[in-house]
């Protein structure tokens, strides 16, 4: 269940300052191995192209889970997702940003 927010918790961010700070929370506790790769990660994906809070929300969340499991096995996190790291972060944020919806909707629009 959804909770209304104020005007002032959305002008400045409140709900997002706290989910934020759950991922670096999440991240610290996964060790100082899997903290950096962690932190190597969020830069590229700051830098990337994702647009929204919610695009954001849902890498990090994604990654954070892929971490967890990678420790949890006991294997490096190239081992679950392939050596080419940003190539799978790309197809990611492709998966969630705006250009992918623009084109699907250009394609709908087009074959009717």
Same mark, same amino acid.
């Given at each position: 269940?959804?909770? /209304?927010?104020? =005007?002032?918790?959305?002008?400045?961010?409140? !709900? !997002?300052?706290? !989910?934020?700070? !759950?991922?670096?929370?999440?991240?610290?506790?996964?060790?100082?191995?899997?903290?950096?790769?962690?932190?190597?990660?969020?830069?590229?994906? *700051?830098?990337?192209?994702?647009?929204? *809070?919610?695009?954001?929300?849902? =890498?990090?969340?994604?990654?954070?889970?892929?971490?967890?499991?990678?420790?949890?096995?006991?294997?490096?996190?190239?081992?679950? =997702? #392939?050596?080419?790291?940003?190539?799978?972060?790309?197809?990611? =944020?492709?998966?969630? #940003? *705006?250009?992918?919806? /623009?084109?699907?909707?250009?394609?709908?629009?087009?074959?009717?």
């Amino acid at each position: 269940m959804t909770r /209304q927010r104020n =005007i002032v918790d959305r002008m400045i961010g409140l !709900e !997002e300052k706290r !989910e934020f700070r !759950e991922f670096e929370e999440r991240a610290k506790n996964l060790g100082p191995d899997y903290y950096k790769d962690y932190c190597e990660l969020k830069r590229y994906v *700051w830098i990337s192209g994702a647009s929204k *809070w919610s695009d954001f929300k849902f =890498i990090f969340n994604q990654l954070l889970d892929l971490l967890e499991e990678a420790k949890g096995q006991k294997r490096k996190l190239t081992d679950l =997702i #392939g050596t080419d790291v940003a190539a799978f972060i790309d197809e990611m =944020i492709d998966d969630k #940003g *705006w250009e992918k919806k /623009q084109k699907v909707k250009l394609n709908r629009a087009v074959k009717k």
